[in-house]
Structure formats: C-alpha cells, structure tokens
C-alpha cells in the first residue's frame, strides 16, 4: 500500500506476526502485517518512520519477501490481532521529492553531458550521485541546475510503467534494469527521464518545488554531487541568510556583500599576522641577547640553563633560534607556565641526547628530538625544577634560578 498511501491519518491493518530480531539491540521485533503503509529501505532510498500501535519505528526492511517492521519494547502493544498504523509523512514527502529530484538531476547530467549516473544515495542531510566523469565545471553545473529548474516549473507528469503487462524494450531507460525481477517498474519523467525504479515519487515534478547543486567533489575517478531539495532548500537558505546576517554585523558590509568582506579581512589579518611576526622575532632577537649578556655566555662559553616563568614555549623557541645564532654552547630553555622546556646547541659532533634524556626521565618527562635540538614536558613545576637543576648541576652552571 505503500506506493499510494501518504495521508497523515490512522490506517489500519492486522499483525499477523511477531518475531524477535537479531541484530539490533535487545528487545528488537520484526512486526508483520497483512498490509503495510511503511515503504521498506530500497532503491537507494531509506525506509518510512512512523508508528504501529503507537509503537515507533526503527527500520523497515524486506527480507526474502516479507515485509519486517523493526520497533523496540518488551511487546507490548504489538500482539497478533487490529494494528493502526500513523505514517512520518514529513520524512515521506522529504525523500519522495528527493527521489523523484534525483531521477530528474541524472536525466538532465545525461542529456546535457551525455555522463551517466552510476550511484545514488539519499541521506538525511543531503544526497549524492556519481557521475561517470572526473570534472564537471562550474559552467556546466549552472546549466544543469537551471535545465532541471525549467522542468519543476513545467510541472511534468510522472508517470508509471509495469513490465509486463508493458514491453520494457520500448523505453529508453537511462540505466540496465534488474535481470531477477518477474515485474519491472519503470518511472518516466514525461520529457526528460525513463528509469527502472522501485522507490516512491511525486506525481508531477512541480512537487519538487527547487533543487540546489551544493558541490562536488572527485571520488573514485567519478564526480560525487551533492544536492537538496524541496523543503531542505529552505531550512538551507534560512541558515545562510541567518550567518550572512551575523558576517554582515561583524563586518559593518552589507549581507551580499560578505564575501567581499570576509576576503578584505582576510587580507588585512595576514598583513597583520607577517607585521607580528616579525615583530615576535626581532623581539627575540633582543632576548636572546640580554639573556647571553646577562649570563655572560659567548660563542664559545659553557652551557646555559634557564627557567622563563611567564613565557609560552613558542616564545621560549623563538629565543632560543635566535640565541642559537649567537652562540655555540648548549642552552637549555623551559617555560613554567607550560611545563615544557627546548634545548638547543649549533656545535657540530655534539649530541645533547645523552644528557638531556637522561635528566628528563629521571623526573618522569616525556620528550624526543636530535642531537643538536631536544624537546620535552612534564606534569609538575616540581619535575620541570628537578629536571633543570639536574641539567645544571651535570653541566657545571649553578644552583641559582633567574
């Protein structure tokens, strides 16, 4: 009953049988009735929601011929005998519309490309089909979407073929039908689609309402494309237009000029964002070198440890480069406030490893890098203390924190 019931009133019918079902979660049942309202998933197409006694749905399915409603409970309410059945016709009418969009979207990829459509799919946010062609460019999806916006406002007939009674062979089907079956169904969109299908559709494409190309994207040496329809296209058109509003604020633009906006925003963040850094490096760059006048080490003098309490460790790396540059003794750099120190020397053949490591694991740090760069972080200041002292007093440089 399901290709010709979409009404939102009570229909009724008998359960016939009750079964448990495996395969979802315990206290699943398999409901069979006399007749069923309930589209089963097929086609590409998911299956009706909806209620049996009052019961929700979680799943139809058609397996070896019987027709299962899948709902979950311990029952009740599902016993042999009088069933009503309360059909999710907003969830019908949605991918109805979807269904019968995507037949026409193929149709039109068909005659204008001469691509055909190899998959579909039609999902709860949006739906896909694959076109057999690596590129469709921008041009040519302009074209389709305004071809298929000609045909829902020409509100073409739909139409169903039965084969047999009918001959299959006087269709031109745009793809292979099934060999297994005993009655093939044929939807035609009069004008523009034939196509063996088992899903349901509008009865005219004026039904659609609108349909919007969303993107595309390579898949497989295909084209995926990404579509909605119908009432979709207004929930979408509703959030872009609420965040067009909300960039349009910010900006101080008006809501169609945002893109503009957003790109001269852009632009004038990443002037801003290179006019930091090298501010951030020059600053580094100054102390990098009070920290080797301070601690009077030159380019050939002994190591250097040092804790900076309110410095970041990208800070930290900052200064080291620098300080690096300047002089070739081993400089041991930690942040307090992140916990995480770097260490550093430009003398060629002196691997810092041994020592480092060593000290680091004693304190119960985590860290890696190569013989002139190491870096690591611990989960107290009481470690990381531990953790320089050890360093200093292995490399001769003193007990006193800065």
Same mark, same amino acid.
């Given at each position: 009953m399901?290709?010709?019931?979409?009404?939102?009133?009570? =229909?009724?019918?008998?359960? $016939?049988?009750? !079964?448990?079902?495996?395969g979802r979660e315990t206290g699943t049942q398999a409901i069979l009735l006399d007749k069923t309202i309930f589209y089963p998933e097929g086609g590409g197409q998911s299956a009706d929601r909806g209620t049996i006694n009052g019961v929700p749905l979680l799943d139809v399915q058609e397996v070896d011929g019987d027709i299962l409603h899948l709902a979950a409970g311990d029952g009740t309410g599902l016993a042999p005998g009088p069933?009503? &059945?309360?059909?999710?016709?907003?969830?019908r009418r949605d991918f109805t519309i979807h269904h019968t969009g995507q037949h026409l979207l193929s149709g039109t990829i068909l005659r204008i490309t001469g691509k055909p459509t190899l998959s579909m799919r039609l999902g709860e946010e949006f739906c896909t089909i694959d076109v057999d062609t690596p590129d469709l460019g921008e041009d040519v999806l302009v074209a389709v979407e305004e071809a298929v916006?000609?045909?829902?406002?020409?509100?073409?007939?739909?139409?169903f073929h039965f084969c047999p009674p009918e001959d299959i062979t006087r269709f031109p089907l745009r793809k292979r039908p099934p060999q297994d079956e005993e009655q093939i169904r044929v939807v035609e969109i009069q004008g523009h689609d034939f196509s063996p299908c088992c899903g349901t559709h509008c009865a005219s494409t004026g039904a659609i309402g609108i349909l919007r190309i969303?993107?595309?994207? @390579?898949?497989? #040496?295909?084209?995926? &494309?990404? =579509?909605?329809?119908?009432?979709?296209?207004? $929930?979408? %058109? !509703?959030?872009? $237009?609420?965040?067009?509003?909300?960039? %349009? /604020?910010? &900006?101080?633009? +008006?809501?169609?000029?945002?893109?503009?906006?957003?790109?001269?925003?852009?632009?004038? *963040?990443?002037?801003?964002?290179?006019e930091l850094k090298a501010l951030e490096e020059a600053a580094a760059e100054f102390k990098a070198q009070a920290l080797l006048e301070k601690t009077g080490s030159g380019r050939d003098s002994g190591p250097l440890a040092e804790i900076f309490p309110g410095t970041g460790i990208d800070e930290i790396l900052r200064i080291g480069r620098a300080a690096q540059k300047k002089t070739g003794a081993l400089l041991v750099l930690a942040s307090e406030t992140d916990l995480k120190f770097a260490a550093f020397?430009? /003398? @060629?053949?002196?691997?810092?490893?041994?020592?480092?490591?060593?000290?680091?694991?004693? /304190? #119960?740090?985590?860290? #890696?890098?190569? +013989?002139?760069? =190491? /870096?690591? &972080?611990?989960?107290?200041?009481?470690?990381?203390?531990? =953790?320089?002292?050890?360093?200093?007093?292995?490399?001769? *440089?003193?007990?006193? !924190? +800065?």
């Open positions: 399901y290709y010709d019931y979409s009404e939102a009133g009570i =229909f009724r019918a008998e359960i $016939r049988e009750v !079964r448990p079902w495996a069933a009503e &059945l309360v059909l999710d016709v907003r969830r916006m000609d045909a829902i406002e020409a509100d073409c007939p739909v139409i969303l993107g595309t994207e @390579k898949y497989k #040496g295909m084209t995926r &494309l990404s =579509f909605i329809a119908g009432r979709r296209c207004l $929930r979408d %058109s !509703r959030l872009l $237009r609420r965040n067009g509003e909300i960039s %349009s /604020q910010a &900006l101080k633009v +008006p809501v169609m000029e945002t893109g503009k906006g957003v790109l001269a925003l852009l632009e004038k *963040t990443g002037r801003l964002e290179r020397c430009s /003398q @060629k053949g002196i691997d810092i490893r041994p020592l480092i490591k060593d000290a680091m694991e004693k /304190q #119960g740090g985590k860290g #890696g890098g190569g +013989p002139g760069f =190491f /870096q690591g &972080l611990f989960e107290s200041p009481e470690a990381l203390s531990a =953790f320089m002292a050890a360093v200093r007093a292995a490399a001769g *440089t003193g007990e006193d !924190r +800065p």
